[in-house]
């Protein structure tokens, strides 16, 4: 579980990102909604330990953030999928995860090996293993970012508005995808787009202007709407 008390985020030029937002967030598919400039990033960065709050506390599965343990534990648990992946266009799909399975210290090559074929397997792309990624379409690709944040098999996946440059065939794909490995841990999805969400998610949370709208399931969301 992932426990935020308070949290804000206050930026150097002043901007107030995230004005003490407090949320749980369980195992399952978790969708984060809001317009542009919510303050989406900004929470989903500070989960993933890449941006300090200004103040308030996060949790994750017990670990807090605040102290350089809980930062190291939930560095070891997590996936991040930022919104634009900046990939080796040359190197292939196998050699592009194995980069990044070396940078995550997956030091022994055939644990890599036993790790690459399994995130092969479950992002779909076995039959691509040998192809170099600047051929693959941008679902493939999309694809290919989740395959990177899952090695090391991360109890905590974060998904940053993934379905900007996909189209809808390649969107349901993406999110079936996302549905199926939130079985055993935590997803969490942003989007701007409530149809990205609604049917995945068991559990919903609307923010603007760094504030909590809503949270809660979407049936009782739409119900609103
Ligand atoms: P979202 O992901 O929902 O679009 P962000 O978290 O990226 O929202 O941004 C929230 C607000 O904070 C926006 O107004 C954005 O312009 C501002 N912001 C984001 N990053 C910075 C930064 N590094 N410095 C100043 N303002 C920022
Ligand atoms: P998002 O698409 O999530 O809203 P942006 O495209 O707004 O993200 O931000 C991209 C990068 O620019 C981020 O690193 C963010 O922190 C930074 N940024 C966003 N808004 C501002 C701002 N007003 N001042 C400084 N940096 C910003």
Redesign the pocket.
């Known amino acids: 579980m992932i426990e935020i008390e308070n949290l804000t ?1 206050v ?8 004005n003490s937002l407090s949320l749980n967030i369980h195992e399952g598919m978790f969708g984060l909604i ?12 500070i989960l993933a330990t890449l941006l300090t709050p200004t103040a308030g506390r996060v949790l994750i599965f017990g670990k807090d953030l605040q102290t350089p343990e809980g930062k190291v534990s939930t560095r070891k648990s997590l996936g991040y999928l930022p ?1 634009e992946i900046g990939f080796h266009l040359k190197l292939t799909v196998e050699q592009e995860l194995d980069y990044f399975a070396i940078l995550k210290n997956i030091t022994d090559p055939k644990d890599r090996n036993r790790q690459i074929d399994n995130v092969l397997e479950q992002i779909g792309l076995r039959s691509a293993r040998k192809e170099r990624i600047h051929t693959l379409s941008g679902g493939m690709k999309r694809r290919l970012g989740i395959g990177i944040a899952l090695l090391g098999s991360p109890k905590l996946l974060i998904v ?2 993934p379905t900007a440059s996909l189209d809808p065939a390649e969107r349901v794909h993406f999110r079936n995808l996302l549905f199926q490995l939130a079985g055993k841990r935590i997803v969490i999805l ?1 989007t ?1 787009i409530i149809e990205d969400v609604n049917q995945v998610c068991s559990d919903l949370a609307v ?1 603007t ?2 504030n909590l709208l809503f949270h809660g399931a979407p049936e009782i969301l739409l119900s609103q709407v």
Do not use: V
Request: charged residues 25%; without cysteine.
């Open positions: 985020k930026y150097p030029n002043g901007k107030r990102a995230l809001g317009p542009n400039g919510a303050g989406k990033t900004t929470l989903m960065r919104q940053d508005e942003s701007h923010i202007n760094g």
